[in-house]
């Protein structure tokens, strides 16, 4: 079993910074790829950022130039570094993880979810 837990989540005005972290933990084998995804007030779900073990990195267009992802493979946490931070960025912040067990499956994970705020 494999365990996602998000920090980092808070309120902040438009033009500050937050960094989130996501902690993966259990029976990890190997971190395929992690992300973020956000979901705001009546909005579906929408891809932020991803990254891969390797350190391939993808944003969506609304983020690129102000948020980076890394990932730290040793400690299994993937970070968003999120700057210039705008109302509209406001959502619940959820990572996910495509993690091989030591079984040696690989699943889809998803952790609880953070809030991010920004005001006005």
């Known amino acids: 079993q494999v365990q996602l837990v998000e920090s980092g989540g808070g309120l902040v005005q438009a033009g500050g910074s937050l960094r989130l972290s996501c902690a993966a933990s259990?029976?990890?084998?190997?971190?395929?790829?992690m992300g973020w995804y956000r979901q705001a007030r009546g909005k579906q779900r929408a891809l932020v950022a991803i990254?891969?073990?390797?350190?391939?990195?993808n944003y969506a267009d609304s983020v690129k130039g102000r948020f980076t992802i890394s990932i730290d493979n040793a400690k299994n946490t993937v970070y968003l570094q999120m700057n210039s931070l705008k109302p509209e960025d406001t959502a619940v912040y959820y990572c996910?993880?495509?993690?091989?067990?030591?079984?040696?499956?690989?699943?889809?994970?998803w952790g609880q979810g953070t809030q991010v705020t920004v005001s006005s």
């Open positions: 996910n993880a495509d993690i091989t067990n030591w079984g040696y499956s690989a699943y889809d994970y």
């Open positions: 259990g029976s990890i084998r190997r971190i395929n790829v």
């Open positions: 990254i891969t073990s390797g350190g391939s990195t």
